[in-house]
Structure formats: C-alpha cells, structure tokens
C-alpha cells in the first residue's frame, strides 16, 4: 500500500524542453499528479475535503454519485469516506488510461461497502443517471468551451430532485487588471512552492491550448441554461475556485 501511495516529485518541466507540446494527463503525470496539485493548485485539499462533507449531506439512498475526470480518485474516494446513505454506488470516469489505472489501484486500498466502478472513457459520453451527487473537479476546463452547457444540461437531466453538481475550475476575468493581479499571485504560490521560472513558464504553454478558462458569469448562466434553480460561488483563492449548484 505504502508503494500504492507513494508521491513523486514534480519537475516534468524542470529542464528547458526543445519542443513544447500539448499538456497530456499520460504515465509521466500521472507518476506526479498528487505533487503537481498540491504545489499548482491552490485550496485544493480544502475542496477535496468540501466534496467530503457535501457528499454526506447530499447523497440519496438509492442513488449514483459520480466523478467526472477523476484523475487518481483523490474525489472519489473522499466521497465514498463520507456515504452515509444505504445503496449509494460511485462512478469515477476519466479518459487517461494512466490515471485510471492508478485510480483504481487507490479505490483498492481503501476498503468500504460502498461499490465504485473505474470508467476508462469519455465523460461526455457518460449515461448520468439516478444521480445525487456529480462532481466535476477541475475537469470542465479541459473540454471544448461548445460543449460545455451539452455536458452541464445532461448532467441536470441525470441528477435527482434535490441533487447537486460541484464544479470547481480556472477562472478567466474581464477586468484586465484583475486578471494580471491574480494571474501573478497564482505563479507567487508556486514559486513559494518550489517552482522555478522555467517551470511555470513552460507549463503555462504546454496548457494554453488544452485548458481554456471561463468567467463565472458564464458558468452562472451555463447552470441557469441547464435548468438548476440555485448555483453559488463557494469557493476562491487567487484564479481558482468552486461552484455548487443544486437540482430543486
């Protein structure tokens, strides 16, 4: 278990890298995935121990909870910590087959009756159904922006009355001063974090293209669109945040 567990160093982007691709989710960061989120993301464990406590208070008996992009389970297997309900059953979906193979590994050593199925596979292609609970942690980010409010209304269709979606993500802001000001403070988290230069740059590159940011006015009309009667901001440090909105 400990080798299960155990956490290497991110410094995939340590040295000066000669052709700059695409950010993937593949083997290498998978190998440094808990560092990489810990070190970049900032409040992340506080949202991990959020989608806990808002697992317990809003898990159906009787019900799906699911994890859409679930990386290494780190969601998933707080939820399945904090199920109090009787016949409650997670999903964890992603599509890197890196991830999910580790994910699974994680779902493994911890031992629960509550049953988890490991989805190697698309979430858009994903049936959601009979859900209480849907979790998108850091994921919305990463699909097309056209496809964004096909993903959010499907998920409100799957969910039951009473059910809730937690969205966390980037955020991008209108005001260009405000987007500079915590652009900035974000990369002074990972220098404090032991991030160089060089690092933050390129990583920065490598994810232009792949993750593309929304305000949250548009995440607010998006779950408006999708039919959720309420929908808050919970969450906020710096550029990141945490959103809830729920099926009444």
Same mark, same amino acid.
């Given at each position: 278990m400990s080798h299960i567990m155990s956490k290497q160093t991110d410094n995939i982007f340590a040295a000066p890298v000669n052709k700059l691709g695409d950010f993937q989710f593949d083997q290498q960061v998978a190998e440094v995935f808990p560092d990489m989120i810990k070190r970049s993301v900032p409040g992340y464990s506080n949202i991990i121990t959020a989608i806990g406590m808002l697992t317990k208070r809003f898990a159906q008996d009787d019900s799906n909870l699911y994890d859409l992009g679930?990386?290494?389970?780190?969601?998933?297997?707080?939820? !399945? !910590? @904090?199920?109090?309900r009787s016949n409650c059953k997670i999903i964890a979906v992603d599509n890197s087959s890196a991830m999910i193979e580790r994910c699974q590994l994680h779902i493994n050593a911890f031992k629960s009756n509550t049953e988890v199925e490991v989805v190697c596979g698309d979430i858009q292609q994903i049936d959601i159904t009979n859900a209480s609970v849907v979790i998108l942690n850091f994921t919305l980010q990463f699909i097309d922006p056209q496809d964004r409010q096909t993903l959010i209304s499907n998920i409100y269709r799957g969910l039951k009355p009473g059910g809730i979606l937690l969205v966390s993500e980037k955020l991008r802001f209108e @005001?260009?001063?405000?987007?500079?000001?915590?652009t900035d403070l974000h990369h002074d988290f990972k220098r404090a974090n032991g991030y160089s230069e060089l690092e933050i740059s390129q990583k920065r590159t490598a994810l232009e293209n792949v993750m593309l940011t929304d305000t949250l006015d548009i995440h607010r009309q998006r779950f408006e669109n999708a039919g959720f009667g309420t929908s808050e901001l919970w969450f906020q440090c710096f550029n990141f945040s945490s959103m809830i909105a729920i099926k009444t």
């Open positions: 679930c990386s290494l389970g780190a969601a998933t297997i707080e939820m !399945r !910590r @904090n199920v109090s @005001n260009e001063t405000a987007q500079q000001l915590l």
